[in-house]
């Protein structure tokens, strides 16, 4: 990955699930599992990067908000939401 052991800034663009776990026909005793996932435009590409996160991260992080992300050799290590990055009408 070539953003490996950075922090850099970007744009979630898409969020996403997959289905890991098929209840099959005992549905009733076992629910899906799903592994979440985020796009992120860092805006130095044409494309945007997937990382996958939790299922509490999906939830608090929705499309276009700004996050903060720190990768290292493993991959994710930590995703927050960025300081300071929405957009504010000037003061009259």
């Keep these: 990955m070539a953003l490996q052991g950075r922090t850099c ?3 979630v ?6 289905r890991l776990i098929d209840p099959g026909i005992f549905s009733y005793e076992r629910k ?3 592994a979440y996932y985020l796009a992120i435009d860092d805006g130095h590409s044409d494309e945007a990067f997937a990382l996958e996160v939790t299922e509490y991260q999906s939830d ?4 276009d ?5 720190t990768l290292d050799h493993k991959g994710l290590e930590e995703i927050t939401e960025a300081p300071d990055t929405c957009v504010r009408e000037p003061a009259e």
């Design 60 to 63: 608090c992080l929705p499309v």
């Design 32 to 34: 899906p599992s799903y």
């Design 9 to 11: 800034t970007g744009k």
């Design 65 to 69: 908000t700004f996050v903060r992300i």
């Design 13 to 18: 663009v898409r969020r996403w699930r997959k």
